[in-house]
């Protein structure tokens, strides 16, 4: 199976406290059509989005590694 690329992490207010709703995504475009389909996006509290390393083209340490390629 392949993994995507970024994986996101859509955190919403409930009467039941905070939801984590997790996805798998390969373009960041992807987004908008996650959070536009609901629940509604009035009751977001954050997205935390993070690169999945396993996906990584290439070691990069640093923002200075990445200029130096």
């Known amino acids: 199976m392949t993994r ?3 994986q996101a992490r859509i955190t919403y ?3 039941l406290g905070s939801i984590d709703v997790d996805h798998a995504i390969e373009e960041l ?3 908008h059509d996650l959070v536009e389909r609901g629940p509604d996006w009035n009751a977001i ?3 935390k989005i993070t690169l999945d390393p ?3 083209s290439h070691p990069v340490d640093t ?3 990445a ?3």
């Open 4 to 6: 995507a690329r970024w």
């Open 13 to 15: 207010r409930s009467e």
């Open 29 to 31: 475009s992807e987004l």
């Open 45 to 47: 509290v954050e997205i």
């Open 54 to 56: 396993t996906r990584a």
């Open 63 to 65: 923002i200075e590694d």
């Open 67 to 69: 200029q130096r390629r």
